[in-house]
Structure formats: C-alpha cells, structure tokens
C-alpha cells in the first residue's frame, strides 16, 4: 500500500525499504544464527569506529582491541563536545540525521545518525507497531507530545505529522478546558491508536475518570494506546486500561539510539535485539546474570556516523532468567520520571514540556546559548500563557 510516510523517507535520504528488508532478515535468524550476527556486528562497528573515527579511538586509547569487556563505557558526559568532532570519517552535517537529546539525565546533547541507521529505527518501530495491527500507513494516531516553539520548527513538525497520519495533541496545557477539546477531537475522528508521553496522556485518562467515560464508547476505532518516555506505573496502566477501554503498550526507547524495548502481545518487554546490543553491569563495569540489577549499557550495532559503544544510558534494569539472546525480556526497569508541573497561570503540564524550552537552547558543544534574559522569558512565557 502506497504511504506518503515512507515516501517522505525516502525522498530525505533514508532508505526505508532497504532497512525494512535486512530487519525481516534479521527477525528470521535462527538463535544459533542471531547469536553469530550480534557478534559479528560488535566487532564489526567497533573496527568501523577504531578505524574512522578519531574522538572514539582517542576514547578508547588504542587502534585495535581483542577482548569486547576492556572497552571503556561511554556516558553522556562524554558527547559534551561538538557533534563535528564526535563523527566518523565522511560523515557532514549535511549527510546525516541530526537531533538533541531530551536532557532529563541533565547532561542533554546533539546526537548524529546515519541515513540508513536512522531508517533502521523507522523500521524497527513500523515492526513493533505492527505487533497490534498498527499500519504507519494507514493507521491514526493521537500523539500527545509536545511541539517545537519556534515558528519553522512548528511547523515542519505539522507537516511530518501530516505526512505520518498524526493529529497532535500539544501537551503544553493540560487544563480542564482543554482536555475537553481534546475530549471533542476523539468524538469526531476515526484514531486507530494513542501515542505519546506517559503523564500526559495519564492526565487526560484523570480528566475521564471525573467525567465516568470510557474513551473507547465515544471513539470505537480506538485500537490501543502506546506511552513512552516516561516510567508507566501498575496503578497508571490500570486508570489507562478502563478508561480508556483498550490495551495499553508500555515502550521504552531513547531519540539516540531507538526503541530500546517494546512490550510484546504476550505482556512481555521484549528487548530490541535487532540493532542495539544491551548489557547489563554492576558499578565495577562487570556482566551481571540475567535476575540481576545493574545498569543498563547499550551498543548502536548500525550507527556509523557517531559511536554509541557500552553507552550508559542512566537507566537502572533487570534481565528475566528466562531471556535468550534473541529473546531477551527486561524484567523490571528503574528509569526516570517527569513531575507534571502546575505554572502561574493555572495550566498542568508535563516536565517535559521543559524539553521543548531546553532543546531550543541547548547549542553544538552541549552547553546552554548565551540567550538575553528577555528571550528566555519570553519562551517560558509562551508555555504559561
């Protein structure tokens, strides 16, 4: 079926149906076979890395290595420098997909992909959605994020979510007048699925509950809801799960990396093992069995454009005993978590509404741009008013 979606992929440069095609591959793998291709591609980025880029092998502090342990662990703290220095041999600005990370760990920075890194992510969230009969090509969503504030930002955003069947719902005002209008929305369109920020959409499940409607009554194309970016408590997911009258999909993911892990129809959180490679360590920098807590340690097996090797993601988390290299499950994850905050005017919204502030500031090297006092101001003032 004809998607405007991944035609805009691939009229940008990111080759959708290859990437779509090697993750069929990949999916097939036997468990011997899979095993062989993880290792393959470890040994594989880290050469391409060691080889093509100078930031990284500065890092490591060799051109070679032998045992994949004695790599040094990256942390965010360590991309604090500016992004034409981070990348491979090759790689401009102009040839790569290039964001910002969100800053909730407190250490926020631009981060690079290649094209066909970046169209494996698509690909790989187009996998997952498909798990619950989600079609990126026919399917529409109730995005609840936030919004660029700037002008251009705001709208290239509106036009890719025209392009991806999106209606969004800007989460910058979470108040009872607008939870009603986002109330009258669902009543007049035909959505497939809800998508977006945890505490925004929990809000809004709030808002229902005082009102004693089930979502699904006024909306019957509701297929299933999928919150991300922030930790989904029991109690949460319970609230969303009747009043909402669907399934409620937990995701974990990073913009840096990818989906990270993706609650599977079995209730289970089905790691991402087709292009990331995820440890879990104690704070010596060892391999914990599988039922053990430690930090969760990630390997971009795709990205050549920018190294993220035994990257720390700052992110707590357990193995199930029962996982299998393919199949690995995360058991329990200790994450972050965003506050709703209630600003002068009266309006709820969401800690990460902030992202939209910060990332607006956040300069190349990682640090925050010398804004006058005024323009700062007048960017906190558009979310208060």
Same mark, same amino acid.
């Given at each position: 079926?004809?998607?405007?979606?991944?035609?805009?992929?691939?009229?940008?440069?990111?080759?959708?149906?290859?990437?779509?095609?090697?993750?069929?591959?990949?999916?097939?793998?036997?468990?011997?076979?899979?095993?062989?291709?993880?290792?393959?591609?470890?040994?594989?980025?880290?050469?391409?890395?060691?080889?093509?880029?100078?930031?990284?092998?500065?890092?490591?502090?060799?051109?070679?290595?032998?045992?994949?342990?004695?790599?040094?662990?990256?942390?965010?703290?360590?991309?604090?420098?500016?992004?034409?220095?981070?990348?491979?041999?090759?790689?401009?600005?102009?040839?790569?997909?290039?964001?910002?990370?969100?800053?909730?760990?407190?250490?926020?920075?631009?981060?690079?992909?290649?094209?066909?890194?970046?169209?494996?992510?698509?690909?790989?969230?187009?996998?997952?959605?498909?798990?619950?009969?989600?079609?990126?090509?026919?399917?529409?969503?109730?995005?609840?994020?936030?919004?660029?504030?700037?002008?251009?930002?705001?709208?290239?955003?509106?036009?890719?979510?025209?392009?991806?069947?999106?209606?969004?719902?800007?989460?910058?005002?979470?108040?009872?007048?607008?939870?009603?209008? @986002?109330?009258?929305?669902?009543?007049?369109?035909?959505?497939?699925?809800?998508?977006?920020?945890?505490?925004?959409?929990?809000? @809004?499940?709030?808002?229902?509950?005082?009102?004693?409607?089930?979502?699904?009554?006024?909306?019957?194309?509701?297929?299933?809801?999928?919150?991300?970016?922030?930790?989904?408590?029991?109690?949460?997911?319970?609230?969303?799960?009747?009043?909402?009258?669907?399934?409620?999909?937990?995701?974990?993911?990073?913009?840096?990396?990818?989906?990270?892990?993706?609650?599977?129809?079995?209730?289970?959180?089905?790691?991402?093992?087709?292009?990331?490679?995820?440890?879990?360590?104690?704070?010596?920098?060892?391999?914990?069995?599988?039922?053990?807590?430690?930090?969760?340690?990630?390997?971009?097996?795709?990205?050549?454009?920018?190294?993220?090797?035994?990257?720390?993601?700052?992110?707590?988390?357990?193995?199930?005993?029962?996982?299998?290299?393919?199949?690995?499950?995360?058991?329990?994850?200790?994450?972050?978590?965003?506050?709703?905050?209630?600003?002068?005017?009266?309006?709820?919204?969401?800690?990460?509404?902030?992202?939209?502030?910060?990332?607006?500031?956040?300069?190349?090297?990682?640090?925050?741009?010398?804004?006058?006092?005024?323009?700062?101001?007048?960017?906190?003032?558009?979310?208060?008013?």
């Amino acid at each position: 079926m004809f998607s405007f979606f991944e035609l805009s992929l691939q009229l940008n440069g990111f080759p959708i149906k290859k990437a779509k095609a090697e993750l069929r591959k990949i999916v097939a793998f036997s468990e011997k076979e899979h095993q062989t291709f993880v290792e393959n591609k470890k040994r594989e980025i880290v050469d391409y890395h060691l080889k093509n880029n100078s930031s990284y092998r500065n890092f490591v502090g060799k051109t070679n290595f032998q045992n994949w342990n004695e790599l040094p662990i990256m942390t965010k703290k360590d991309f604090q420098k500016p992004l034409k220095e981070r990348l491979s041999t090759g790689f401009s600005a102009k040839t790569i997909y290039v964001n910002k990370t969100s800053g909730s760990s407190g250490d926020p920075f631009i981060f690079a992909k290649d094209t066909y890194c970046h169209a494996l992510t698509w690909a790989s969230n187009i996998h997952r959605f498909g798990w619950f009969g989600i079609s990126f090509n026919t399917s529409l969503q109730a995005r609840f994020y936030g919004i660029p504030l700037d002008f251009i930002g705001n709208k290239k955003e509106r036009f890719k979510d025209f392009l991806a069947k999106r209606f969004r719902f800007s989460i910058f005002d979470l108040s009872d007048e607008i939870l009603e209008g @986002f109330l009258n929305k669902f009543e007049t369109t035909t959505f497939d699925y809800i998508n977006g920020y945890t505490s925004s959409i929990v809000l @809004f499940a709030k808002f229902l509950q005082k009102k004693n409607i089930i979502l699904k009554t006024i909306c019957p194309t509701l297929k299933v809801c999928i919150v991300t970016s922030e930790m989904l408590f029991e109690n949460d997911k319970i609230l969303l799960e009747k009043q909402f009258g669907v399934a409620v999909i937990n995701e974990y993911g990073a913009s840096e990396l990818d989906l990270i892990a993706f609650e599977n129809p079995n209730g289970e959180w089905q790691i991402n093992s087709e292009t990331l490679f995820v440890e879990i360590l104690d704070e010596e920098n060892h391999v914990l069995p599988n039922g053990k807590e430690g930090r969760i340690v990630i390997t971009s097996l795709f990205n050549k454009a920018h190294p993220f090797i035994r990257y720390d993601i700052g992110d707590i988390g357990v193995l199930d005993t029962k996982s299998t290299q393919k199949k690995l499950i995360l058991k329990k994850l200790i994450g972050r978590t965003n506050d709703v905050a209630l600003l002068p005017s009266g309006k709820k919204s969401p800690g990460l509404s902030f992202y939209y502030v910060t990332k607006s500031i956040i300069e190349d090297d990682g640090n925050v741009k010398n804004l006058s006092s005024n323009k700062l101001k007048l960017t906190l003032l558009r979310l208060n008013t």
